[in-house]
């Protein structure tokens, strides 16, 4: 039988895990929310240290905590933030909607910290950690902040990464012509590099909405506790503890304005899940292209060659498959279906609070997550060892039937059309079929038909 002591509540008494630094609170939650693996993300337990650890300083400041109490607190908090005590947060996804056991669970945490380092300091999770708080206020600044600094320390650099790659490929690919494809079928040339263009456009594109969307996580929601009125914190708090954090990490946040807002909409959060989403989209594009090009290696397309990381099948021997392709469309559709899940959440704010927050906290930084993994993984094990095979590009150029298009001027719409049909029809080169129909001599056709003059 596992040590115990007795920790209480405003509930009665309940019994602990001696070795375990958390309270009563989070003790009812693990025996009430006993569902699914799903944990609150650990981004989302360092912002809320981090706030903990501001919350304390403006308090300190303000005459609210004194010194030793907002200095342990603050010891506390940098060890949470190292993540020392990463398995004194064990709390579920699926418990209370506004994440008060989780904002409980970080107060008893800190608290047992300190009265452990200083044993002659009383430390109250409600009186001192959780002063001039609400579970309503600090767990949405939560979100944001966990969100923000996960775009900023991850998402960010792993696109740069990537799109670097793209422009390496774009400059060593540059004078290279192919054929180009629209519907799946063969369309009229263009250079490889333009194509690679497309696709770092795309990455670019999403990086700048991303960026944008992300700066409304900066506004927070501290200072409006319950309801947003800000009762029980003194004026001067929030700004003061938006200082802080922003001396802690590096980033600038501020509080917002309309604390009403703050507290019962989710509307931040939905626009930037849809950038996430659209990157996601984005990165489906890519992935997808790219494993057509690579198809083969002998009765694909097999226009590029991407690097072979593992064997491929259980049952043929020598076959590789582009799996770092087929990773990127999972994390697409799973970020796809997280945006679903964000938008409904957002929708569901009664009154003056929504009570969605844990889901879409995990939500969003499972997102935030895949995306930065997925594009550093995409970029190191495929994009960055992609070759063109330019005898396999040059042979389907050269066959293609839409180089009659650069004919329509000379010799009509439907006469060139006539030409192609009867180069399909017939298994003849297009040379052949416009010769044989009498519409140029061959030394017209090879002027007239030039690919790189098509770009």
Same mark, same amino acid.
């Given at each position: 039988?596992?040590?115990?002591?007795?920790?209480?509540?405003?509930?009665?008494?309940?019994?602990?895990?001696?070795?375990?630094?958390?309270? !009563?609170?989070?003790?009812?939650?693990?025996?009430?929310?006993?569902?699914?693996?799903?944990?609150?993300?650990?981004?989302?337990?360092?912002?809320?240290?981090?706030?903990?650890?501001? !919350?304390?300083?403006?308090?300190?400041?303000?005459?609210?905590?004194?010194?030793?109490?907002?200095?342990?607190?603050?010891?506390?908090?940098?060890?949470?933030?190292?993540?020392?005590?990463?398995?004194?947060?064990?709390?579920?996804?699926?418990?209370?909607?506004?994440?008060?056991?989780?904002?409980?669970?970080?107060?008893?945490?800190?608290?047992?910290?300190?009265?452990?380092?200083?044993?002659?300091?009383?430390?109250?999770?409600?009186?001192?950690?959780?002063?001039?708080?609400?579970?309503?206020?600090?767990?949405?600044?939560?979100?944001?902040?966990?969100?923000?600094?996960?775009?900023?320390?991850?998402?960010?650099?792993?696109?740069?990464?990537?799109?670097?790659?793209?422009?390496?490929?774009?400059?060593?690919?540059?004078?290279?012509?192919?054929?180009?494809?629209?519907?799946?079928?063969?369309?009229?040339?263009?250079?490889?590099?333009?194509?690679?263009?497309?696709?770092?456009?795309?990455?670019?594109?999403?990086?700048?909405?991303?960026?944008?969307?992300?700066?409304?996580?900066?506004?927070?929601?501290?200072?409006?506790?319950?309801?947003?009125?800000?009762?029980?914190?003194?004026?001067?708090?929030?700004?003061?503890?938006?200082?802080?954090?922003?001396?802690?990490?590096?980033?600038?946040?501020?509080?917002?304005?309309?604390?009403?807002?703050?507290?019962?909409?989710?509307?931040?959060?939905?626009?930037?899940?849809?950038?996430?989403?659209?990157?996601?989209?984005?990165?489906?594009?890519?992935?997808?292209?790219?494993?057509?090009?690579?198809?083969?290696?002998?009765?694909?397309?097999?226009?590029?060659?991407?690097?072979?990381?593992?064997?491929?099948?259980?049952?043929?021997?020598?076959?590789?498959?582009?799996?770092?392709?087929?990773?990127?469309?999972?994390?697409?559709?799973?970020?796809?279906?997280?945006?679903?899940?964000?938008?409904?959440?957002?929708?569901?704010?009664?009154?003056?609070?929504?009570?969605?927050?844990?889901?879409?906290?995990?939500?969003?930084?499972?997102?935030?997550?895949?995306?930065?993994?997925?594009?550093?993984?995409?970029?190191?094990?495929?994009?960055?060892?992609?070759?063109?095979?330019?005898?396999?590009?040059?042979?389907?150029?050269?066959?293609?039937?839409?180089?009659?298009?650069?004919?329509?001027?000379?010799?009509?719409?439907?006469?060139?059309?006539?030409?192609?049909?009867?180069?399909?029809?017939?298994?003849?080169?297009?040379?052949? !079929?416009?010769?044989?129909?009498?519409?140029?001599?061959?030394?017209?056709?090879?002027?007239?038909?030039?690919?790189?003059?098509?770009?």
């Amino acid at each position: 039988m596992y040590e115990y002591r007795i920790e209480h509540d405003t509930m009665g008494e309940l019994r602990v895990p001696a070795e375990r630094l958390w309270g !009563a609170q989070t003790e009812r939650s693990l025996e009430n929310f006993r569902i699914g693996t799903e944990e609150i993300p650990r981004e989302l337990i360092r912002a809320l240290a981090l706030l903990k650890y501001a !919350a304390a300083e403006a308090n300190e400041e303000l005459g609210m905590l004194d010194q030793p109490r907002a200095k342990c607190i603050r010891d506390a908090c940098k060890d949470i933030i190292d993540g020392k005590y990463s398995k004194e947060f064990p709390l579920k996804v699926w418990q209370t909607g506004s994440g008060t056991q989780s904002n409980m669970n970080m107060n008893e945490v800190i608290s047992h910290i300190a009265m452990r380092a200083d044993p002659g300091i009383e430390m109250h999770p409600n009186d001192h950690v959780n002063r001039s708080q609400s579970s309503n206020d600090i767990f949405p600044s939560a979100m944001h902040v966990a969100a923000l600094l996960g775009i900023r320390e991850s998402l960010l650099p792993a696109a740069d990464g990537l799109i670097e790659s793209m422009k390496r490929l774009e400059e060593e690919n540059r004078e290279l012509i192919k054929i180009g494809r629209t519907h799946l079928q063969d369309a009229v040339p263009l250079r490889f590099s333009q194509e690679i263009s497309g696709w770092r456009g795309m990455l670019e594109e999403s990086r700048e909405q991303i960026l944008e969307s992300s700066e409304r996580l900066r506004r927070l929601a501290v200072g409006g506790t319950a309801v947003g009125t800000g009762l029980n914190c003194p004026e001067g708090f929030d700004r003061l503890c938006c200082e802080s954090l922003s001396r802690l990490t590096g980033e600038s946040f501020s509080p917002e304005p309309n604390k009403f807002h703050a507290l019962s909409a989710k509307d931040s959060y939905s626009y930037l899940s849809g950038a996430l989403r659209t990157l996601a989209a984005n990165l489906m594009k890519i992935a997808n292209d790219v494993r057509w090009l690579s198809s083969g290696p002998r009765c694909g397309l097999c226009e590029i060659s991407i690097p072979e990381n593992e064997p491929g099948s259980s049952i043929m021997p020598g076959k590789v498959n582009p799996t770092q392709c087929e990773a990127i469309t999972m994390i697409a559709i799973q970020v796809m279906g997280n945006d679903v899940t964000i938008g409904m959440g957002a929708s569901q704010g009664n009154f003056e609070l929504n009570v969605f927050m844990p889901v879409l906290a995990y939500n969003m930084m499972q997102s935030i997550r895949l995306l930065s993994d997925g594009m550093l993984s995409f970029d190191r094990h495929c994009v960055s060892g992609i070759r063109a095979k330019r005898e396999n590009m040059e042979e389907k150029l050269q066959r293609s039937l839409m180089l009659v298009t650069c004919l329509s001027p000379r010799i009509g719409y439907e006469n060139a059309a006539k030409c192609a049909h009867k180069a399909l029809e017939e298994g003849i080169s297009l040379k052949e !079929a416009v010769t044989v129909l009498g519409f140029l001599d061959a030394s017209e056709y090879e002027e007239a038909v030039r690919p790189e003059r098509m770009l």
